[in-house]
T-cell receptor, first 112, second 116 residues
Framework: KQEVTQIPAALSVPEGENLVLNCSFT??????LQWFRQDPGKGLTSLLL?????REQTSGRLNASLDKSSGRSTLYIAASQPGDSATYLCALLTGTASKLTFGTGTRLQVTL | DTGVSQDPRHKITKRGQNVTFRCDPI?????LYWYRQTLGQGPEFLTY????????KSRLLSDRFSAERPKGSFSTLEIQRTEQGDSAMYLC??????????????FGPGTRLTVL
């Protein structure tokens, strides 16, 4: 059974800092890995998707990496802004089913 | 592009009542998923449809839960005899699975259920 862990559970940083969020998983037989953003009480917004054959994806100030052999992914956020404050979730697509397995998320607060 | 929509956005009900949620996927998406998210946790898979066929159900989906997707368009999720433990955010997602091995799921805003 795939287990997904996200560390840290919560993070507070001052505006302008670069930061890294971590995601680890137990089953390396994945199809892809996605990072999502969730604002309080809202649905999920997909940020980046990395196929199993890829090692990283970039979108603006966001960069996500994938290392299947070690069962790890990182989400790097450059020059953080207060608008980045949200919960960030990683999710993996594994096996023959199309269901996503999510981590518990990292709650990020960027302060002025 | 109207995205995935869900209705209602919030539902408060008393224990023992039945509730029904609706999800309208992105037009022409052939797959539709339901997830449940409790406070402080990541979403957990409940079930998914390809067109009108329900292909997989999680063990989380007890006999009190039923989902349908008539004609392969919108979907409904019904919970009978609600319990306080059913209080959660119910998320719907849709995707298009074509020739690619995997699909990208697009999520709706969710329905927050509170059972008193």
């Amino acid at each position: 059974k795939q287990e997904v862990t996200q560390i840290p559970a919560a993070l507070s940083v001052p505006e302008g800092e670069n930061l890294v969020l971590n995601c680890s998983f137990t089953d390396s037989a994945i199809y892809n890995l996605q990072w999502f953003r969730q604002d309080p009480g809202k649905g999920l917004t997909s940020l980046l998707l990395i196929q199993s054959s890829q090692r990283e994806q970039t979108s603006g100030r966001l960069n996500a990496s994938l290392d299947k052999s070690s069962g790890r992914s990182t989400l790097y956020i450059a020059a953080s802004q207060p608008g980045d404050s949200a919960t960030y979730l990683c999710a993996l697509l594994t096996g023959t089913a199309s269901k996503l397995t999510f981590g518990t998320g990292t709650r990020l607060q960027v302060t002025l | 592009d109207t995205g995935v929509s869900q209705d209602p956005r919030h539902k408060i009900t008393k224990r023992g009542q039945n509730v029904t949620f609706r999800c309208d996927p992105i037009s022409e998406h052939n797959r539709l998923y339901w997830y449940r998210q409790t406070l402080g946790q990541g979403p957990e898979f409940l079930t998914y449809f390809q067109n009108e066929a329900q292909l997989e159900k999680s063990r989380l989906l007890s006999d009190r839960f039923s989902a349908e997707r008539p004609k392969g368009s919108f979907s409904t999720l019904e919970i009978q005899r609600t319990e306080q433990g059913d209080s959660a955010m119910y998320l719907c997602a849709s995707s298009f699975l074509g020739r690619a091995l995997t699909d990208t799921q697009y999520f709706g805003p969710g329905t927050r259920l509170t059972v008193l």
